[in-house]
Structure formats: C-alpha cells, structure tokens
C-alpha cells in the first residue's frame, strides 16, 4: 500500500470521526451541529469537486470522500431526529452551496491588485467552477439525498426498527448510484469517459458506506449515553429522566 493510499484511508477515519463527533455534540446541546456540519461538508466537497483523482485502479472527484459522509449525517438525522430535520440538512447544505457559488463568481471576476495578478489566475484556475459542474451538483446533491431520507425510513419501517446496518447501507449505497450517475453525465459527458468515472466513483462511495457502519453504530451508542440539554428562558437546563 503506497503512502498515497494510506493518506486517504486516515483522510477517511478523520472526516468520520468529525462527522461523528458532530452528531455526539448534537445530541447534547441541539440537532444544529449535525446541520452545520452538513453544510460544511457540501461546501468542501464542491471546491474539491473539479479534480479527478486515482484511487487504486479507479477515477472519481477530489470531494468524494467528504460527499460521502453527507449521507451518514442524513442517516443520523433520520435515526435520531426523523425525517423532517434530515430534510432540513439538506437544504441547508444547498443554501450553503448557491452562497460557495456566487462567492467564488464574485471573488473570480473582482478586479485583482495590480502585484497580485498572477496569483489571481491561479486563482480563478483552482476553484473556477463551470457551470455544468455547478448544475450538475446542485440537482444531484437534491435527488440524492431526498431520496437517501426516503429509502432509510422505507426500510426501518419494513425491518421494524431493526437491522440499523441495513437501512444504513441499502439507503446510502442506491443513493450514491443515483448521485454518481446523475453528476457524472451531466457535469462530464463529452469531456471524459464518463462510465469508468461513474463505476469509479460508485466503487468508492459503497467501500466508503460499508466503512462507515460501524461508525453510525458507535455514534448511536454514544448519543444514547449522552444526556441532552434544553434551554429555558436563555438559561440551559439538563433533561431529567
């Protein structure tokens, strides 16, 4: 294994540790650190998103890896808030991602100072998004992760409220399908070969979610012992059980 690999894979374990904290936190002082960490996570992802990377004998975007805990943080929403809260990360990773774009637009064609233009093209080079990326993954991003929500309630309501690894996998894996199909044909057909990069990409998504099982079991066990706090005319109080 190359330290390349190595790298990414401790890449991987940290966003998820992050991610899982989030949650953690979340469950004791309110459901708007999963949210914000939701947003965070889109943004990243879509400044990554305009490089292709390698990972072993597949291709797919720098932002895959952090695109994909997004999923975790709408399973975890949807275990322990419902669906309505899952629905609110969505959106609130989507407003988070218009506003990534019109601030990269705005910065790009802001006139640099005089001594600064070089850097400016480097700039504009580094995080010029093309608007076939951007559409590509605002309405993936919207498709995907609706139908994420949807799925992981179908199944919990089929299993009864059991097997948390299945409702978190068969949800999570057919999203990805969905999102990499979708952003791989709209934002690459006609500039690369776009079924090595959707294989790749899906690839990667699925060892990604199988990854993260455990996590999600580990991050339900740790906010079940976790005592929320409620506020009361601005002062925090301890739920009482």
């Not at 093309?130 to 993936?140: C, D, F, K, N």
């Not at 999570?172 to 500039?191: E, K, N, R």
Request: charged content about 15%; proline content about 4%; some cysteine.
């Amino acid at each position: 294994m190359d330290v390349n690999m190595i790298t990414v894979i401790i890449w991987i374990i940290v966003t998820l540790a992050v991610s899982s904290f989030a949650a953690v936190i979340g469950k004791k002082y309110g459901v708007e650190y999963p949210i914000a960490m939701m947003a965070c996570l889109v943004v990243i992802a879509n400044v990554l998103a305009n490089k292709i990377v390698a990972f072993g004998p597949f291709t797919a975007p720098a932002g895959i890896i952090v695109f994909s805990m997004t999923f975790l943080i709408t399973d975890i929403l949807s275990e322990k808030w419902g669906a309505s809260y899952a629905r609110k990360a969505v959106w609130t990773g989507f407003y988070a991602n218009i506003l990534l774009v019109l601030s990269v637009f705005i910065a790009i064609t802001w006139q640099p100072a005089p001594f600064a233009k070089e850097f400016s093209e480097m700039f504009a080079k580094v995080l010029g998004m093309t608007p076939r990326i951007v559409i590509a993954s605002m309405i993936t991003y919207l498709v995907s992760q609706h139908h994420d929500i949807w799925a992981f309630h179908f199944w919990k309501r089929k299993t009864k409220g059991k097997h948390l690894w299945l409702r978190n996998n068969a949800s999570t894996i057919i999203s990805q399908l969905i999102d990499s199909v979708l952003f791989i044909t709209i934002a690459f057909y006609g500039i690369f070969p776009i079924l090595p990069l959707i294989l790749g990409q899906w690839v990667l998504k699925i060892i990604i979610a199988l990854f993260d099982t455990p996590f999600m079991y580990g991050i339900i066990w740790m906010m079940d012992l976790v005592k929320p706090v409620r506020r009361m005319s601005g002062i925090r109080m301890d739920f009482q059980k």
